[in-house]
């Protein structure tokens, strides 16, 4: 099993509308979680980080919910701009056992706005 | 801001040579840089944890006599790939994270590598 599940799409949806991503994860020791966005053949941009009280920032909000593993992406009002591949991200602390931390990423999200 | 670079953005090299891909934090310190690599199609995997002043930790599977990885500075880490081979094509990124502060990574733009 994947440490992080991502459906991979793609989405095609039309401007203006909602889209809605979920990720879940399978390592109970996650301590923090984003959603990073990759445009094709870029480096990934933190989009946000994810809290579990639930997080927006503009037209994104962002939900996690630790009991299930499970994180969410919501986009409202969606631009051509927002055409990208999204990655669910996980930061898994292992410090007592290898001395550092691990950013888990999922294979993303591809997400085409249409005109 | 927190402006990571990366240096080549692109490297095209025959099989058996060397190459060196440098990360540099610009406008900030990193205690800790992170080098992944991305092949077509498939999530960033993390290779190795580098540490400035001390040896790299590297990830199971990767090999860290052919993945030399040096920190020799507060805003430089550089990944050498020894003796290249075709199997070695794929994105490279960096990231950095601050000396100080909060635990995001700041990633680099990436060096794609070609490997004839």
Known sequence: RKEVEQDPGPFNVPEGATVAFNCTYSNSASQSFFWYRQDCRKEPKLLMSVYSSGNEDGRFTAQLNRASQYISLLIRDSKLSDSATYLCVVNIDRRRDFGNEKLTFGTGTRLTIIP | ?116
């Open chain 2, 1 to 116: 801001g927190a402006v990571v670079s990366q240096h080549p953005s692109r490297v095209i090299c025959k099989s058996g040579t060397s190459v060196k891909i440098e990360c540099r934090s610009l406008d900030f310190q990193a205690t800790t840089m992170f080098w992944y690599r991305q092949f077509p199609k498939q999530s960033l995997m993390l290779m190795a944890t580098s540490n400035e002043g001390s040896k790299a930790t590297y990830e199971q599977g990767v090999e860290k006599d052919k993945f030399l990885i040096n920190h020799a500075s507060l805003t430089l880490s550089t990944l050498t790939v020894t003796s290249a081979h075709p199997e070695d094509s794929s994105f490279y990124i960096c990231s950095a994270r601050r000396t100080s502060g909060a635990d995001t990574q700041y990633f680099g733009p990436g060096t794609r590598l070609t490997v004839l």
